[in-house]
């Protein structure tokens, strides 16, 4: 979607044979030069930094982020309620790509935006757009370390994202359903179930979404959920308590540290 629209991208994947290949393919079709790819482990702090930094000296303007990496659920904790001997240490492994290392993605995206004095025609400095999920909004049992996950994403965006609209940079997140990705590719069946009964979301409904926060779109913070019979619309959270009597009213000083009390 973002080659088709003559946007030079940069794909970093841990499996750098696929991303070279979808590159080629791009690059192919388009007869340019747009597309490259570049190795990363996105939950290394020094490997998403270098990374970002080929992104940089190729680009040098970078106006969209987009931190999509992820792994599905592992055996994170053992159900074994009659286990005797040592404690089990849990394998926390889709904490650090799903959760820590978006953080790492997001926080690369501002230093690099701020760093961007001039705006662009839209009127930012730079757009984030990240992946949570519906199991960040809904309940999702058979998930809890993956939801975990998923709900850190969305409630950094929540709060991270209010801040950072003051300063001409927006950070959303795309909120998906079951969608059709390599996530799953240890089990075949469960794609076409979810096709079976109707709740599969299409790639494009997917596109859809990204596309509703890109270019001029002002909104900052929020969460666009995307469900297969309904398509993407923006999350309804709650408020929280007094959330009216003080949304008009926050400050942000950018010499200031994150965690000082808002004046």
Request: hydrophobic share 40%.
């Amino acid at each position: 979607m973002l080659a088709e629209r003559g946007i030079r991208v940069c794909i970093a994947d841990f499996n750098i044979e696929a991303a070279e290949k979808v590159a080629s393919e791009l690059n192919q079709k388009s007869g340019s030069e747009d597309v490259w790819a570049v190795k990363v482990d996105v939950s290394c702090w020094d490997s998403q930094a270098a990374a970002f930094e080929k992104a940089i000296e190729v680009f040098e303007r970078i106006d969209y982020v987009f931190p999509v990496a992820g792994i599905g659920e592992k055996r994170a904790l053992p159900n074994r309620p009659n286990a005797t001997g040592p404690f089990e240490k849990p394998d926390l492994a889709v904490m650090d790509v799903d959760g820590t290392g978006m953080i790492y993605t997001i926080w690369l995206g501002v230093q690099h935006f701020r760093r961007q004095k001039n705006l662009n025609r839209y009127g930012f400095k730079g757009k984030i757009i990240c992946v949570s999920s519906i199991c960040g909004v809904y309940v999702f049992p058979a998930s809890p370390v993956y939801s975990a996950a998923k709900y850190a994403v969305v409630g950094f965006v929540r709060t991270y994202g209010v801040i950072m609209a003051q300063e001409n940079i927006t950070l959303n997140a795309v909120c998906p359903g079951i969608v059709e990705t390599g996530i799953s590719s240890h089990a075949p069946w469960y794609h076409a179930e979810a096709r079976k009964r109707g709740c599969l979301v299409e790639m494009s409904q997917m596109m859809d979404a990204f596309s509703m926060l890109m270019g001029g779109e002002k909104m900052s913070g929020q969460c666009v959920e995307v469900v297969a019979k309904h398509g993407a619309r923006v999350v309804n959270f709650p408020p929280a308590s007094k959330e009216s009597d003080i949304g008009g009213e926050i400050s942000y000083k950018r010499n200031r540290p994150f965690h000082d009390p808002v004046e």
